[in-house]
T-cell receptor, first 108, second 114 residues
Framework: AQRVTQPEKLLSVFKGAPVELKCNYSYSGSPELFWYVQYSRQRLQLLLRHISRESIKGFTADLNKGETSFHLKKPFAQEEDSAMYYCALDNQGGKLIFGQGTELSVKP | DAMVIQNPRYQVTQFGKPVTLSCSQTLNHNVMYWYQQKSSQAPKLLFH???????NEADTPDNFQSRRPNTSFCFLDIRSPGLGDAAMYLCATSSLFGQQETQYFGPGTRLLVL
């Protein structure tokens, strides 16, 4: 079955510390993976997608097919990064399967 | 400059009383989606429209229906809400239906069933 797993419900770090939000997936085909973010009192929005291989707000994510992972990383966390982060898998050309989300809290 | 609008933001209904949630978009996107997100759970796709073509997920209960009268509007009808249907309902749109497409989300409607 296609599934996205985010093992951490809450991740708390201090400002300036590195951040890694974990995402593992199970998918039989060629996966298309995304990270969506929801800041406090805002709507869910796309942060980045693996196909773009881009860095957004200092975040990067590398697809590791061997480990079936798509972890989100940032070398130096900022307080404004505090939000809910969802990893998502596109399983049929447009249908998203979301992980349960990880709440990132960046303390001053 | 809201692009995907959901009304109301909060909806209270009674057990068994039909309720309709609405979504509108100013993006002129072809695809509209409805997701259900229960407390501390992942958003789960209920169905989507590609233009006027309706696509139901296999495990979406029959209690949930949808209408899309035009490009801009999409409605979620819950015929007989149960306590288990209390959740956040998210509407999203995308320009096309495909793996490269970004989905744009509304703020959600939180449904409470009494």
């Amino acid at each position: 079955a296609q599934r996205v797993t985010q093992p951490e419900k809450l991740l708390s770090v201090f400002k300036g510390a590195p951040v890694e939000l974990k995402c593992n997936y199970s998918y039989s085909g060629s996966p298309e993976l995304f990270w969506y973010v929801q800041y406090s009192r805002q709507r869910l929005q796309l942060l980045l997608r693996h196909i773009s291989r881009e860095s957004i707000k200092g975040f990067t994510a590398d697809l590791n097919k061997g480990e079936t992972s798509f972890h989100l990383k940032k070398p130096f966390a900022q307080e404004e990064d505090s939000a809910m982060y969802y990893c998502a898998l596109d399983n049929q050309g447009g249908k998203l399967i979301f992980g349960q989300g990880t709440e990132l809290s960046v303390k001053p | 400059d809201a692009m995907v609008i959901q009304n109301p933001r909060y909806q209270v209904t009674q057990f068994g009383k039909p309720v309709t949630l609405s979504c509108s978009q100013t993006l002129n996107h072809n695809v509209m989606y409805w997701y259900q997100q229960k407390s501390s759970q992942a958003p789960k796709l209920l169905f989507h429209y590609y233009d006027k073509d309706f696509n139901n997920e296999a495990d979406t209960p029959d209690n949930f229906q949808s209408r899309r009268p035009n490009t801009s509007f999409c409605f979620l009808d819950i015929r007989s809400p149960g306590l288990g249907d209390a959740a956040m309902y998210l509407c999203a749109t995308s320009s096309l239906f495909g793996q490269q497409e970004t989905q744009y989300f509304g703020p959600g409607t939180r449904l409470l069933v009494l």
